[in-house]
């Protein structure tokens, strides 16, 4: 085998690598943003998602078929990042009294708070790696695991850029349409759910990333700071 054919060989390999992180990511992010905003939900008032099962943490509950097969095809082909996870039934309505639009503001957030507690979580999990690394040596498989974790990290992170303003976008145009129809107004509510959460998650996508990154590098530095002064003491 030549140097050219071993050069593509390992950009096939490495391609394909990146895109069954980018699967995993999305499937650990639209399990765990929708099982949280269906919890917070029914903590605000509104159990319609927990009755139907989108508190649980099985990914078929939420991971979206089609999307299933447009991830890996747009990222493998087009290096876009682009799916849904399937949307948590909420009855605006039932978030009603004094706090109404608190509980608006934290149901909306919901998913984007359990994406970066996950991201959290993996920092986590990756430095334990780390520390373990010190103490078990001769384990050849800590350090294999740590990329793979640290890999995980890298897609949910890119995913998220992505995630994060489009179901935001969805929560708000939702809640939009609640409020306009609560007054009397009749607006094309399928419209408006197909294109502004699309249309807003593209424009922003860059803004979302750095914001992700950015938090991404502080919340590993915070955990870095923490694990010094555990060691130190």
Not at 169 to 181: A, D, H, N, P, W
Request: charge should be neutral.
């Amino acid at each position: 085998m030549c140097r050219k054919d071993i050069l593509v060989t390992l950009e096939v390999i490495e391609l394909a690598r990146q895109t069954i992180a980018i699967v995993l990511a999305y499937i650990i992010i639209a399990t765990t943003a929708g099982a949280f905003q269906a919890w917070i939900a029914a903590k605000m008032g509104d159990d319609t998602a927990y009755h139907m099962g989108f508190t649980s943490f099985h990914p078929f509950v939420h991971v979206d078929p089609i999307s299933l097969i447009i991830v890996p095809i747009g990222y493998a082909i087009f290096g876009v990042v682009i799916g849904l996870g399937r949307p948590v039934p909420i009855v605006w309505h039932r978030l009603s009294g004094w706090w109404r639009w608190l509980k608006f503001t934290v149901v909306a957030l919901a998913q984007p708070i359990a994406i970066m507690a996950t991201l959290l979580f993996l920092l986590m999990l990756r430095l334990g790696v780390l520390v373990a690394l010190l103490h078990y040596v001769s384990l050849a498989w800590l350090p294999v695991l740590g990329k793979v974790i640290l890999h995980i990290i890298n897609a949910v992170a890119l995913f998220a850029a992505w995630f994060i303003p489009y179901e935001v976008l969805m929560s708000l145009t939702q809640i939009f349409i609640y409020e306009q129809e609560r007054h009397g107004k009749t607006v094309n509510a399928a419209f408006l759910l197909l294109l502004i959460p699309f249309l807003g998650a593209v424009l922003l996508i860059d803004v979302s990333s750095s914001v992700v990154f950015y938090s991404l590098d502080k919340m590993e530095i915070g955990l870095i700071a923490v694990l010094k002064s555990l060691v130190g003491a």
